[in-house]
């Protein structure tokens, strides 16, 4: 049984607890040349003053045709990193670990922001976006058809992911996050559905998930002894996609890569799929695979409550819990889920000492 405010080691740091900040993304570098910027400053950083113990910052591409918009953030050049740098000491010097999630959209790059217009669907080339790629030339619905992957392009991905991990840490960034989920380009390669290649990258669960074994073996070798989270989305929401059984092997296999925790998500990879939310949805994924493989997860999705957050941790459901759009409407979410759970932390920011929370 855990409690919310316990400490959590993973590799050679620890988060001084265990309500944790999911990265969302902004889709706010207006110049459009993947540079964080006083937006991304503020955002994370008040995250941080919240009392989260660790801050994820949002998807950010490892390559140009990486990002999911032509607005995301990116980490394939030293400038980038060298945005991110003030960023992460921010951060650290709140007491919480930042961490960033680094990404490929694949199919589902180059497609219009989901604020400021009214547009949908890929970005023109005119405007900016660009040709996608994935392991298989299958369109998400309403998408541009990708060009399937050679295995030139394979590797390519490979080294990005590595380089990027590397810029990473060299920013400040203490954790690492690999996203294997919500349709990009890893968990594409993962699910049956996305996936037709009859080469080694394909036809079997081995070499489905053979992409993303190479991806966090050259991540560990990058970051050295950091910890490496993997987001999965443990389910399709769709027949003929990804099964308990064979999330449960690439849970196994990511761990044998190096991986330390697994973060629990679903779906994104269809746009037919049919999820059944409520609060909480996504617990049950984490709960079966943290006991099928015994490695630490995080649960996601729809937690608005201390009490909620402190329930799935004392029923051992999982290891930490990933605020996201509660943390949007309540930054300070960690805070006041201390003083409504009665526990004892010190890290109140000084000058908000004097503003203590009150009991709703």
Not at 142 to 152: F, I, L, S
Not at 251 to 271: F, H, I, M
Not at 278 to 286: D, E, I, L, N, R
């Amino acid at each position: 049984m855990s409690s919310p405010f316990s400490p959590l080691t993973l590799g050679s740091v620890t988060a001084r607890n265990r309500i944790w900040i999911a990265p969302m993304c902004q889709y706010a570098v207006e110049r459009q040349d993947g540079v964080p910027t006083a937006w991304h400053a503020v955002h994370l950083g008040q995250l941080a003053i919240g009392g989260a113990g660790i801050v994820l910052a949002e998807a950010t591409a490892v390559s140009p045709e990486g990002r999911i918009s032509p607005q995301d953030t990116g980490i394939w050049n030293d400038q980038q990193a060298a945005a991110w740098a003030p960023i992460t000491a921010f951060i650290t010097s709140q007491g919480a670990l930042p961490g960033i999630q680094l990404a490929h959209a694949g199919r589902k790059a180059s497609v219009y922001r989901p604020w400021g217009t009214d547009q949908t669907g890929s970005v023109p080339e005119s405007e900016g976006g660009w040709a996608t790629i994935a392991p298989s030339a299958i369109a998400f619905e309403g998408y541009d058809t990708p060009r399937e992957m050679t295995t030139a392009d394979i590797a390519g991905v490979v080294r990005d992911f590595g380089a990027a991990a590397r810029r990473a840490v060299d920013a400040g960034f203490k954790v690492i996050e690999i996203h294997a989920a919500h349709g990009y380009l890893l968990h594409s390669f993962l699910s049956p559905l996305s996936n037709t290649r009859t080469d080694s990258f394909g036809g079997t669960p081995e070499n489905r998930a053979k992409l993303l074994e190479l991806v966090i073996r050259e991540v560990r070798t990058r970051v050295g002894d950091l910890p490496i989270f993997v987001r999965l989305s443990a389910t399709d929401w769709a027949e003929g996609g990804l099964t308990e059984e064979l999330i449960t092997d690439i849970g196994r296999r990511a761990e044998a890569a190096g991986a330390d925790l697994l973060d629990v998500s679903t779906g994104g990879l269809v746009a037919h799929q049919h999820i059944p939310v409520a609060p909480g949805y996504q617990v049950p994924f984490a709960a079966s695979l943290r006991a099928a493989t015994g490695i630490p997860v995080a649960a996601v999705g729809l937690f608005t409550t201390p009490e909620q957050v402190a329930e799935t941790l004392a029923e051992a459901q999982a290891d930490a819990i990933l605020i996201g759009r509660e943390a949007l409407r309540d930054p300070r979410f960690p805070l006041r889920a201390a003083h409504v759970l009665g526990a004892e932390i010190d890290y109140v920011p000084g000058p908000y000492e004097r503003a203590p929370f009150r009991t709703r």
